[in-house]
């Protein structure tokens, strides 16, 4: 092991900090700082503005909560939107649902061409599949000039600060809300309760004020992010598509097993259980 390290930035008074075994590529992309190394315990890394994004080790868990959540809690979504996930990850378990037609919506060109290059287990498969649409362009744009809708739309983004901001407002979840089909579904990557509790009590304002039936948020535990623990967004025009139980989540899948390593039918409904102080944020 070198004696390399990288510290990640996000919080100014405490600090996850990774032994690096090799660089494999840095640079300041047009849109913000892109780190990728590789290192003893996560493997692979993707960093973006000092904040972790993606590793090798943990990366299915956040991927598969933030897409099949969704996709089996509609039940006959079609048309799935990813905003944001340039690494190809979310896309990558979109493709697992046959009769799903993803497109994703990704603001930085670099964070696509780097992920190929460099995380080629994670998607470069999905960001080359012919099911894929890829569009480079900016989310808030693509959200407001589209005359497309969806039926689950998925906001893979980075935290509230630079580029991903705009994605955490009133504004673009009104947006996607006006893209969404009748019982269509959002769900937002939002933060670690512990240490950004006010990122969660914002966004249940937040889209809740954009006009969505169901609002409320759902967990996954991420090792790689400090914290260790996601509030992942949930906001559907339907109160309907969620609250099903285990057996409800298999028939939808009518036979077909997910080739999942962290998403179960039992956990599309136990991961709407929400620890008291989670539940004294909305
Ligand atoms: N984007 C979510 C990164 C969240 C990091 N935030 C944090 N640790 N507070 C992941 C992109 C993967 N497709």
């Known amino acids: 092991m ?15 900090v990774f032994a690096v075994d090799r660089w494999l590529h840095r640079e300041r992309t ?73 497109t994703l919506v990704e603001i930085d060109p670099s964070v696509v061409t780097f992920s190929k290059t460099w995380l080629p287990a994670i998607g470069k498969a999905a960001l080359e599949d012919p099911r894929s649409r890829i569009v480079i362009a900016d989310g808030v744009d693509f959200m407001k000039t589209s005359a497309e809708t969806f039926d689950v739309i998925i906001i893979d983004s980075t935290d509230p600060h630079g580029p991903g901001e705009v994605l955490f407002t009133q504004d673009f979840y009104a947006a996607c809300h006006a893209r969404l089909s009748e019982r269509g579904i959002l769900v937002t990557q939002n933060g670690v309760p512990f240490t950004q509790g006010q990122e969660v009590t914002d966004s249940w304002h937040r889209l809740r004020g954009a006009g969505f039936a169901d609002v409320t948020f759902y967990v996954v535990p991420v090792p790689s992010y400090v914290g260790g623990f996601m509030a992942l967004g949930w906001a559907s025009k339907d109160p309907a598509n969620r609250g099903f139980d285990a057996g409800e989540a298999r028939r939808r899948l009518e036979g077909r097993t997910l080739d999942t390593r962290y998403w179960t039918p039992e956990i599309q409904t136990a991961c709407f259980a929400l620890p008291r102080y989670v539940q004294d944020l909305l």
Do not use: N
């Open 2 to 16: 070198s004696d390399e390290r990288f510290e990640e930035t996000l919080y100014p008074g405490w600090r996850q």
């Open 30 to 102: 047009e849109h913000q700082d892109l780190a990728m190394f590789e290192s003893p315990v996560f493997g692979r890394v993707l960093a973006l503005d000092g904040v972790v994004q993606i590793t090798e080790g943990d990366e299915y868990m956040y991927q598969e909560m933030m897409v099949h959540v969704p996709i089996v809690g509609h039940g006959a979504a079609r048309r799935v939107l990813i905003v944001g996930g340039g690494d190809g990850g979310c896309l990558r378990e979109a493709l697992k649902h046959p009769d799903v037609a993803p």
